[in-house]
């Protein structure tokens, strides 16, 4: 099939006045993109003009799609979402670039759902100025378990070097060790596992589990979470078929290189997983999110409207989010060989 080949990658813009725009028009300035993907973005051809003349970037051609679906293998096509009248001003939250971008990420959700595109990409948008009660979410990634019907998900950071899934995502730390249950660890593991083997082709995962506590616990003299509910989590993990280790100190864990030993490691909080992964993998990680009927995957940073504008901003992460959401594409794709 040519969709194997060449999958047909949606590209949200994200907020137009972050550095969403800019790092999408620069990771598909890269000459190899066109021969990877045809790529798919959701914006408007307006905001592409307007970024690619502050970056000063003569060589990025694109065409606007005028019929859902008849997409050119040649160039970007760029999808307009929204009324062109928005003002775009690089730096600066605003409540209407909020709205554009919600009104981005569903139409690219809605022709992902039609199969007009193969996966999607979302570029950072704003949670504040995105709020609403059209968007009553902490960030995409329960906005899209929700969209395409998913029971749960997996926040999975990835990179070459370390993949790490988190149990609980966007909420305070004082309700975090009420919210890791043994039933929720479980389910955890199970979308990764799965996802380790139909998404990245790996046949038999090795998974390392993070400790709660300090020192995980020490066994039961720092908290009980770890003896009571992560440990219970593991065996039951293990009694299914897994391979599945731990609880791990997590300090320990990675300042020792520990890591390196295992497929992917399962965080029981957002901070544990994504300081680790943005200090070994940043530039490169991604944020996929595993456990869905579809592919998405994003960038590992957000809106940094300190730098819009400015022609400061690294492409790198968004460019590793295009070429991971073709090669997580075409391994569900192609029969699973194990490595």
Known sequence: MTQAIK?????????????????????????????????????STKAISFYK????????HYSQVRTKGQLSPKTINVVNCWEESLEIVPGKASTQSGKAALIALKQACEELKEGSIDALVTAPIDKNT????????????????QTFGA????????????????VTEHI????????????KIEAKLAIMERSLRK????????????????HAGDNGLIGEEDETVIKPAIAESRNKGRLTYGPFPADGFFASGNYTKY??????????????????????????TAGLSVVRTSPDHGTAYSLAGKNQASELSMRAAIFSAADIFKSRNEPLTEK
């Not at 907020?15 to 969403?20: E, K, L, T």
């Open 130 to 145: 995105i709020h609403s009660e059209e968007f009553p979410f902490a960030g995409h990634t329960e906005f899209l378990t």
């Open 151 to 166: 029971t749960d998900s997996l926040m999975f950071m990835v990179s070459e070097a370390l993949k790490i899934g988190l």
């Open 7 to 43: 999958p047909r990658i949606g590209i949200t813009l994200g907020d137009v006045n972050g550095i969403g725009p800019e790092v999408v028009i620069k990771a598909l300035a890269d000459n190899r993109v066109l021969n990877m993907i045809t790529p798919v973005v959701y914006g």
């Open 263 to 288: 497929d992917a490691i399962l965080a029981m909080y957002h901070d544990q997983g994504l300081l680790p992964f943005k200090t070994i993998a940043f530039e490169e990680g991604i944020n996929f």
């Open 172 to 183: 305070p730390i004082k309700d975090v060790a009420s919210a890791v249950t043994r039933e």
């Open 199 to 214: 998404d990245f082709a790996i046949g038999k995962p090795r998974i390392a589990v993070l400790g709660l506590n300090p």
């Open 53 to 60: 003349k502050q970056l000063n970037i003569e060589d990025l």
